[in-house]
């Protein structure tokens, strides 16, 4: 029996359930001289915001167990040098592209969203709220349901594309962010960006990220990135889930899709072995002809626990 | 760039110092060029998940059965005592080669490399290929003392002159390759300097050849999460073309050899860096 | 120079910095057969309610990268045991005991504390507030502030000793958390408890964990504990901080001490070595002589990082 | 209970099935005793902390150069294939000897030894101190295939009767041990029977033991987070002494080996858990 990898993401049929998770596959100009992109579902690029950002000091990584800290600060060259150079590249590559965009004032979130309405071949935007808010003291959108309402209600006025905002990890409940992401216009959701962490180099008393806290990345999170596609999923069965956290391989993949992913995204893995999403495409392909398995739709969410 | 499962031909160490591993990987030493790296997977399984990337060494493109490259390293963590573990037919996982390359000069000739510790690494495959190109090669290593001077018997081989620097005295002369510096490009006649080694040691450097007036090739180092280009960890900050604004350079496939001129060698992190919000990321 | 590793807590002077973590070290029979207890600075029990609880059913664990989870559900005998058993044996031991209690309603909790206040030996309570609040739809009590302050300062009112509730690293702002529980009358706190974690057996779709979801311990949750103690701390320099969470060795112990820590617990280490506690005290020296550091406040939070 | 740094004394594999490491471990050997454990760090470093527990497969008092202990096992995942890599001379972290052992008999004499698969292995341990105590052993062993039946040249040796189950009939009677334990019973006059294996095995065999009116031993496994009774990881559901309520007993250190009479064997987890409050813990 044939396997279909095929997946609906919020209307849009995909060629396969593996996309890149944003920041880990820059706009894939660098991984396709290793794997052939158009296998992919989509390519989710780097967040871009209005004017090109250039990120924080160096040190911006730090190893961790069975993880990695980051503290980039969303260096991207804006959203015109996206248009003029990576999209009509990635079009000419032949796969879909979903658009993360990030500000730090609501307004900012909405011109990106504007300049990339009718954009060719963006299937979605992706929205990263793991900004720090600087009309309000610096929250982050993504912890608060409010200011999260706020960005997506804000870009669904002023597109119409699918919209995926991206939910941080680092809340005490998911679920109502959840929520007010979805009352506020959104079609589907991603989970989870990274989980905030810290570390110290003993020896000199330094942190070992020049922004001091960072975003904790790879198989460490597994567990809480699943534990959080687990939950929303539950809560919204119906809404699409584009699942990420510590994903390396097929294994992992198919644990969130159980979990509740529609879609899973590889990040830190790509770091590893550029082939880590062919890998895990192929994997999954294995797994459902030995299973039985004629597309994931049918077996998403089916983790055997009551109700 | 290539990614491959290659064996290992040797392991050796370098007067107890250092550690050498010649690695069978025909295609990628075809490809490679002075400057560049390769980034290697230690061990899957361990704690640590990244690769960890080393200047290419040597080359040795007529290997007994097949092409080689040589890493020299130091075990500095996990990775590299993975790596030092590691014996002939054991295999690893190696991406490369890496990055831009250093520049051979067309018309200049006398050639100074400046290299500090480890840091020297890749000034040997360079050296080779600079002698072949018809070049003058002179050699200043620096180090903390005797024993972490790399190689200094291959180095007075191919230097015209070879002078070493140790901060204990314990070989040549006592100081930094700084103290000998200017003194050499002179006598040297040098026309261009290749420098590799600690960041304080290459700002040095860039300033005194640009006193000299003469271009300096710098290669950095700095953390890398990926090594192909994707990951803006393991940026440098540079001058834009027209010198008005600092950018960030990924020294992975920007680098890692950049013209010293062009770092801006004051940008970079304070003693006390700030709490900035956390992820974006 | 010799090193004096004796500490302040909350007036309280310990040997050591290094305490065991909840629930990671029973009552000390067991690891008393390898470890002279006498070293630690206290021995924190297993949290214990009015009655005994059973705990969950098995798989009670399982392990993830870097790190396990667990869903053991405060399997217990209950504070009279522990008062009849437990703690004469540790008084006999010469170790002072800092009780953990925990229950479902605040009621509970002040049953148990008054059932420990004067009992001897016992220098602190923490409150174990990570536990559902059959009173509030099972949220847990560390979740929310207000639940937070409900119980801490009903505890207050019932004893004397100090009290060290034990924060939730799973929340939006733990700093808002803590100050909630200081507000209340704690004279400390104890950072972190495990985060909520989740894993699937992908061949039998069944979840790893009987109790589905699990706390996550051990090296792959230390950035995340890190920084929860760094921001607790900086947000209240004067207030002693238990700090946990992935702590191996010496070297994991002073990344607490430097982050904000006055004290640290050790708890899945002891699972994997036994004499975990003593080889961190022993590193613990070592570090303190070659930095010449004489006592560890002098380090305490001192990572360097502006303001 | 001892920890302690062991070295290997040899690596050798069984019917190209079954993995056997000899410990040299004299203080643990010294302790030992049939149904105990023994709990191994396979390796520091990896993405798995936690130790791994083995039964005691045989345990030789007059080693060559020292008294040693011996485990069998099969390749599950990272722990396991990190121990099939060790080979003499290696060494590994070792805890031991833990847990409740099977209890000899004063007076009865026929013991019927039941193991399922590489469950046979502490029964190994166990036939030896039966016989060297005076009693008739027989030899109830039943795998999947013939390849999975452990070490069955020896079972044959020490048993009076060794009858062999295999689930596709490659070996011995075709089905589950099961279905000849109740005409074994008879014809060996047994009158205790140990047993270890999966969970379901072990439940029949209590079953049908007592329908015998003779006791039985079982020797259970769970997942341990520690191994010597800290965590509650391990836990089985025992009847309290009146039967009135089952209770949680620690696998580790108050069995392995339980009195199958008090296993309640029916509060064994449902097919689909219900998400309960997370943490605690
Ligand atoms: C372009 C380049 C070329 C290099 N060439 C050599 C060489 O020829 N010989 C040699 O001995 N070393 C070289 N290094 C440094 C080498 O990569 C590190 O020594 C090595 O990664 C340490 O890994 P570890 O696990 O042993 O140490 P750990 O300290 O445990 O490593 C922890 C993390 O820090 C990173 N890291 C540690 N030191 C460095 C460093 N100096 N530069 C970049 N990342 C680092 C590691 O990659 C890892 O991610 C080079 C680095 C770069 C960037
Ligand atoms: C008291 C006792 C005695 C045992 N004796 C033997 C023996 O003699 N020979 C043998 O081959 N195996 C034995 N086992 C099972 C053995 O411990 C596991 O096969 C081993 O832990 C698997 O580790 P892994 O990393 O290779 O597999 P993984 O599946 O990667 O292990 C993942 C986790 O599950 C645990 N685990 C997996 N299987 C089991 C299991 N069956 N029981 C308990 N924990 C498990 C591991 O310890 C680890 O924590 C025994 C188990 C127990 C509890
Ligand atoms: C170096 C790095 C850069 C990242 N940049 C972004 C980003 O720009 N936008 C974003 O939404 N997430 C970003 N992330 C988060 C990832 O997209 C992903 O959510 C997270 O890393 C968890 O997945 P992983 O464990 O597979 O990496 C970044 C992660 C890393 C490690
Ligand atoms: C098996 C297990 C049981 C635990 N039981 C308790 C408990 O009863 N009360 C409590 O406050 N914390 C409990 N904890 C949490 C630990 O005390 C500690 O906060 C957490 O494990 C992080 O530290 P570690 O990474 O060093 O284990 C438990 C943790 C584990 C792994
Ligand atoms: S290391 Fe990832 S971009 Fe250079
Ligand atoms: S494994 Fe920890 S108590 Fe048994």
């Known amino acids: ?307 | 760039m290539i990614q491959q499962v290659a064996q290992i031909l040797s392991y050796k160490k370098l007067r107890d110092e250092y550690h050498i591993l010649t690695i069978v990987a025909p295609e990628i030493a075809e490809l490679s060029k002075p400057g560049q790296f390769i980034n290697i997977r230690p061990a899957v399984d361990r704690q640590f998940i990244l690769r960890r990337p080393f200047s290419i060494y040597k080359v040795n493109r007529r290997g007994e059965w097949a092409a080689t490259i040589e890493v020299v390293f130091d075990i500095r963590g996990g990775g590299t005592a993975a790596l030092a573990g590691l014996r002939a037919h054991d295999t690893i996982d190696v991406m490369g080669p890496i990055g831009r390359p250093f520049a051979i000069p067309k018309t200049r000739n006398n050639c100074l490399l400046v290299g500090g510790g480890i840091g020297a690494a890749p000034l040997f495959y360079l050296a080779e290929e600079l002698r072949s190109a018809g070049k003058r090669v002179d050699v200043l290593w620096g180090a903390a003392s005797a024993n972490k001077l790399l190689n200094p018997i291959d180095a007075k081989r191919f230097g015209a002159q070879a002078v070493f620097t140790t901060e204990d005295g314990s070989e040549g002369i006592e100081g930094r390759v700084t103290d000998v510096l200017p003194d050499l490009i002179a006598k040297c006649g040098s026309r261009v300097i290749y420098a590799c080694g600690p960041n304080g040691m290459l700002q040095a450097v860039t300033k005194i050849a640009q006193k000299h007036r003469i271009p300096v090739q710098v290669a950095m180092e700095e953390l890398m999460g990926c090594g192909y280009g994707i990951c803006m960890t393991c940026v440098q900050p540079v001058w834009d073309r027209n010198r008005e604004h600092v950018v960030h350079a990924r020294t992975c496939v920007d680098g890692p050899v950049f013209n010293g001129a062009r770092i801006a060698w004051d940008a970079f992190p304070p003693e006390r860096p700030a709490p900035t919000a956390p992820v974006g990321n």
Request: glycine content about 10%; proline content about 6%.
């Open chain 1, 1 to 307: 029996m044939a396997a279909d990898l095929s997946i609906d993401l919020a209307g849009v049929r995909l060629r396969s359930p593996v996309v890149t998770a944003s920041g880990c596959f820059a706009s894939g100009r660098e991984v396709s001289e290793f794997i052939d992109l158009k296998k992919l579902g989509a390519v989710v690029v780097k967040s871009m915001t209005l004017e090109p950002w250039p990120g924080k000091r160096t040190p911006r990584m730090t190893e961790t167990p069975s993880g990695m800290l980051n503290a980039i600060g969303l260096q991207n060259h804006g959203v015109e040098h996206f248009l003029q150079v990576d999209l009509p590249w990635l079009n000419r590559m032949g796969v879909p592209v979903i658009a993360s965009i990030a500000g730090n004032t609501v307004q900012e979130y909405i011109y990106v969203a504007e300049a990339l309405q009718g954009a060719p071949g963006v299937i979605a935007l992706e929205i990263n709220i793991s900004c720090p808010n600087l009309e309000d003291r610096n929250n982050m959108f993504a912890h608060d349901p409010k200011a999260t309402a706020m960005v997506v209600s804000a870009v669904r006025r002023a597109v119409e594309l699918p919209l995926f905002p991206k939910l941080s990890p680092n809340v005490t409940n998911i679920v109502e962010i959840a929520g007010a992401a979805l009352d506020s216009g959104a079609q589907g959701l991603s989970l989870v960006n990274t989980v905030m962490g810290m570390a110290i180099d003993i020896h000199t008393g330094m942190p070992k990220l020049a922004g001091v806290l960072g975003g904790l990345s790879g198989p460490a999170i597994r567990p809480i990135a699943l534990r959080c596609v687990f939950d929303v999923h539950r809560a919204f069965p119906h809404v699409p889930i584009i699942g990420m956290g510590g994903i390396m391989n097929h294994e992992d993949a198919l644990e969130f899709v159980l979990g509740g992913a529609t879609a899973v995204a590889i990040g830190t893995a790509n770091f590893i072995d550029p082939h880590a999403t062919i890998k895990t495409i192929e994997g999954i392909e294995r797994y459902m002809v030995e299973k039985g398995v004629s597309n994931l739709a049918s077996i998403r969410g089916r983790v055997k626990v009551e109700g």
